[in-house]
């Protein structure tokens, strides 16, 4: 067995991005941006080695987030939703604990003011209810409404089967092995800030 902990395994694979002014081969992440523009951005950060074709799993998973996002675009429109409304919905039902509207705006990075309008749009569409704690009545806590919940089982459902059809190939190390990438990356995406993204911090 392998008792090496990740964290030793990401140490034993670090490397340093080459910034200097002579030759140096190409980093995968120029690929992997999504218009395929170059990343090199002159960082002295520590990088792991990425031990895969970089390019292709960029290519895969924007490809997965653009079926994803249609069944969610879908789901939207025919239930007059805002795109914001149907990603609080599933940070509320992928809570581990009941969702208050402050944990809700810092899961969305939106404002007070925002967070407040989108759950007021969703209990007016009958998408979630406001229950406040019993005891602290200051507390309130947010649940995905019953029918609603079921509606959005069913016109989900399939995207559970294409699940189910393409982990069919897979053996159950395999399938451990995916979802430990997928969780790992999540959590990287996580950690990626506004200013990154953008390149710089945004004007005031």
């Known amino acids: 067995m392998n008792t090496e902990s990740s964290g030793g395994r990401r140490a034993r694979r ?8 002579g030759p140096a081969d190409p980093s995968p992440a120029d690929d992997a941006s999504p218009a395929g523009a170059s ?41 007059s939703l805002h795109a914001t409304d149907v ?19 810092a899961q969305l990075g939106l404002t007070s003011g925002a967070v407040t309008a989108c759950i007021d749009r969703l209990e007016r569409a009958g998408q979630l209810r406001r229950v406040r704690e019993g005891t602290d009545r200051r507390v309130v806590h947010l ?22 059809r393409a982990g069919a190939d897979f053996d159950e190390h395999e399938l451990g092995v995916a979802l430990r990438f997928l969780t790992t990356l999540n959590d990287a995406l996580a950690e990626v800030s506004g200013d990154q993204v953008s390149g710089g911090p945004s004007a005031r």
């Open 14 to 21: 670090r490397t340093t991005v080459d910034t200097g002014t």
């Open 87 to 105: 990603q609080a919905l599933a940070a509320i039902l992928d809570a581990p604990e009941p969702m208050t509207p402050t944990r809700l705006r």
């Open 39 to 79: 990343a090199a951005s002159g960082s002295t950060d520590e990088l792991p080695v990425f031990q895969g074709d970089l390019a292709a799993f960029a290519v895969q998973l924007r490809r997965m987030h653009g079926e994803v996002g249609r069944v969610i675009q879908q789901y939207a429109a025919r239930r």
């Open 143 to 164: 649940h995905y409404a019953a029918e609603a919940r079921a509606a959005a089982r069913t016109h989900f459902r399939p995207l559970a089967d294409a699940l189910r």
